[in-house]
């Protein structure tokens, strides 16, 4: 087993960093989060340098990399700053389902726009009543003719207020439940499909958050993506990769803010003597560092299968469960460290701790990965 990232590895990791050093600056991160506000113009210069949509196949608009390279670049990003890093692959969300399932003329049509900054998508797969039990949908599509007539809702959907179209989790054979489920991409604008702004959240807000509403929502049949009745199945393997990604970003956030403590407690003087020099904050220092680099082995572990191809969803649901975990755990030590001045907004450390928690919560929570592993464990 080789752990040594190799040079052109080391490259994309060094490039994503001084990106991220160059245009998130901590009074225009706090700036977006005080605002609510998706930072179009980073993204667009992300976006011209590649690392929008890197995963993307050249023709597709994208560099051709693999999901391990994508990985580097989340954490890269996240590890800079919470707020920006992690908008940059929000607005991501939804157009991998086309990347793996999407016919060539979906590929085309979507993914080029989408990788140039042009376009932003979003997943539209909660429902008010369900929540995390996607088992069912409420939403249906009916198919007339040479199209699908859509009803019903979704929640707590990232971007919906800003993108430019949704992949959408319908209903198509209610009496199959989860095996009677079709996917389908309408875009912003289609009569019928209305949308709600979220607000008050917590956390990563330069990311937006909204519910749609479909009423006798129509659209061609070539907006199904993937097989008809298979829409589920596509959705689980979407999630594998999306729970290594979110675990790739805790790690991120994590680094950014271990780094900032310990550079704090080197500087900081308490009782005539440097924080550093207590003890009990090299015991967190230690603590910290010790789930930064266990978390980081387990995610490195199913990215690099994943990058091979083998998806392995026992692994991804522990790397997200070990990540953000261990990610809240260490945000909440960087808080203790620096005390009174990391719950004030002027520092990131206050920003931080807010947008982590969600990791925890979306693309399954925590609960939902230990349902997948016992389930897995059980039938090993």
């Not at 993204?43 to 690392?51: R, T």
């Not at 008010?128 to 019903?152: C, L, Q, R």
């Not at 009496?175 to 709600?196: M, R, W, Y």
């Amino acid at each position: 087993m080789d752990f040594e990232l190799t040079q052109e590895q080391k490259d994309i990791q060094t490039a994503a960093r001084e990106f991220a050093e160059g245009e998130f600056q901590p009074e225009t991160a706090r700036e977006f989060d005080q605002k609510h506000e998706f930072p179009r113009a980073i993204y667009h210069k992300a976006a011209k340098l590649g690392f929008i949509g890197s995963y993307f196949e050249e023709k597709h608009g994208g560099q051709g990399l693999d999901l391990f390279d994508n990985v580097l670049i989340e954490e890269a990003f996240c590890r800079v700053d919470s707020t920006l890093g992690s908008a940059m692959f929000a607005a991501l969300f939804g157009s991998d389902l086309i990347m793996e399932f999407g016919s060539e003329e979906q590929k085309m049509k979507y993914l080029p726009k989408t990788a140039r900054g042009e376009w932003l998508s979003s997943g539209a797969f909660t429902e008010p009543a369900h929540g995390s039990d996607v088992t069912f949908m409420d939403t249906v599509a009916v198919k007339d003719g040479d199209e699908y007539v859509i009803n019903g809702g979704k929640t707590m959907i990232t971007n919906a207020t800003i993108a430019d179209y949704a992949v959408v989790l319908c209903q198509t054979n209610p009496e199959a439940k989860h095996k009677g489920q079709s996917l389908f991409i309408v875009e912003s604008g289609t009569p019928g499909f209305d949308c709600n702004e979220l607000h008050g959240k917590m956390g990563i807000r330069a990311t937006t958050l909204g519910e749609y509403s479909f009423s006798d929502v129509r659209v061609p049949k070539d907006a199904l993506l993937g097989t008809e009745n298979r829409g589920f199945y596509h959705f689980m393997e979407f999630i594998d990769v999306g729970r290594i990604n979110v675990a790739a970003q805790s790690v991120g956030m994590a680094l950014g803010a271990f780094e900032r403590a310990l550079k704090y407690s080197k500087e900081r003087k308490q009782f005539g003597r440097s924080l550093s020099s207590f003890q009990v904050i090299q015991h967190k220092l230690a603590d910290m560092a010790l789930d930064i680099e266990s978390a980081k082995l387990l995610v490195y572990k199913a990215a690099w299968f994943a990058s091979r191809g083998k998806i392995i969803p026992k692994l991804a649901c522990m790397a997200k469960t070990i990540a953000t975990a261990n990610a809240i755990r260490v945000i909440s030590e960087a808080m203790q460290i620096f005390g009174g001045y990391g719950y004030l907004a002027d520092y990131d450390i206050e920003r931080f701790y807010r947008d982590i928690r969600i990791s925890s919560i979306y693309e399954g929570t925590t609960e939902i990965q230990k349902n997948v592993v016992a389930r897995i464990l059980l039938q090993e």
